[in-house]
């Protein structure tokens, strides 16, 4: 075999747009990107600072760009991409991680949330993709990454309105097949329990913490690095032919 000019999976000369990438998943997701040599647009909702996300991305030296960007509101989206291709070029690289889960069970869920939910989890992220992908086809490279879940796969008790958005994130990924003859691939990465902000306030109840350490196989909770890896890996030129997949990160929950 001839020997390879460049490293594996690298991101040099890609730019990527993640976004809710004030901390959590998506600051983990931000920096990775960055570490594999992308140029990143970095966005979270109005008043949400970047700063940290900005300053640790910043130290593998590529283009770091912050701005706001909430994901239920595409009124400027037209207008920031603009500004994205003007300063750092095409995105080819959208990483959708935004997300909310605000547990309620059946009984008591309103529609407000239920909207809110599917809102930011599924339909922000959809209609963010259907605004790049025609760049990307101009490419006819891209990568379109959701977070979904696992909570996506399986339910979860006491939470309807997260786990069938993001049962119909794992959906979308499968039907956007469409987008394959333009060189765009569209996947999802469902991550088990990572302890953010999200999740923090229900692992800290022993009896919940428990409950999921049973469920993971793995016996241990994911990190922000183990989900960035992944959507690192989709984002590469090594993954051109993975498509349409949810790759779980769960440590083996959804297996059994
Ligand atoms: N933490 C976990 O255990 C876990 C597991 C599976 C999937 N996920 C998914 O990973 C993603 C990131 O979760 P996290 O744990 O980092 O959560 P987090 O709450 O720590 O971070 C979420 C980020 O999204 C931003 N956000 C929320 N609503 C937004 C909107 N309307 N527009 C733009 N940004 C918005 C928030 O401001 C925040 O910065 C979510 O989609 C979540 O559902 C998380």
């Known amino acids: 075999m001839a020997p390879q000019k460049t490293e594996a999976f690298r991101l040099d000369g890609k730019v990527a747009l993640i976004t809710g990438a004030a901390k959590g998943l998506g600051a983990g997701i ?5 570490r594999q040599g992308a140029d990143i647009a970095i966005s979270d909702k109005p008043g949400t600072s970047l700063s940290e996300t900005e300053r640790q991305a910043r130290t593998f030296g590529h283009r770091v760009l912050p701005f706001e960007l909430d994901v239920r509101d595409p009124s400027n989206w037209a207008a920031q991409k603009a500004a994205i291709r003007n ?18 069970p059946g009984l008591q869920l309103t529609e407000s949330e239920w909207d809110d939910h599917f809102a930011t989890n599924a339909r922000g992220g959809f209609f963010l993709a259907q605004q790049i992908a025609p760049e990307m086809m101009e490419q006819r490279w891209g990568r379109v990454i959701w977070i979904s879940s696992q909570s996506g796969l399986v339910g979860v008790p006491g939470q309807p309105a997260y786990c069938s958005s993001k049962g119909a ?3 979308l990924v499968r039907t956007l097949v469409e987008w394959a003859k333009h060189g765009i691939t569209v996947n999802s990465v469902a991550p088990t ?3 953010t902000d999200l999740t ?3 692992l800290r109840r022993p009896e919940f913490l428990q409950f999921v350490l049973n469920k993971i196989p793995a016996g241990e ?3 922000a690095e183990d989900v960035a890896a992944a959507v690192s890996f989709l984002a590469s030129e090594e993954a051109r032919m993975v498509n349409c997949h949810n790759l779980c990160v769960d440590g083996g929950w959804t297996a059994w």
């Open 200 to 202: 923090r306030e229900r």
């Open 169 to 171: 994130v794992v959906q």
């Open 30 to 34: 931000a920096v990775m990107l960055a």
């Open 87 to 104: 300063k750092l070029g095409i995105i080819g690289i959208l990483v959708n991680n935004a997300g909310i889960n605000r547990p309620a």
């Open 221 to 223: 909770l994911a990190t």
């Open 193 to 195: 329990f990572v302890e």
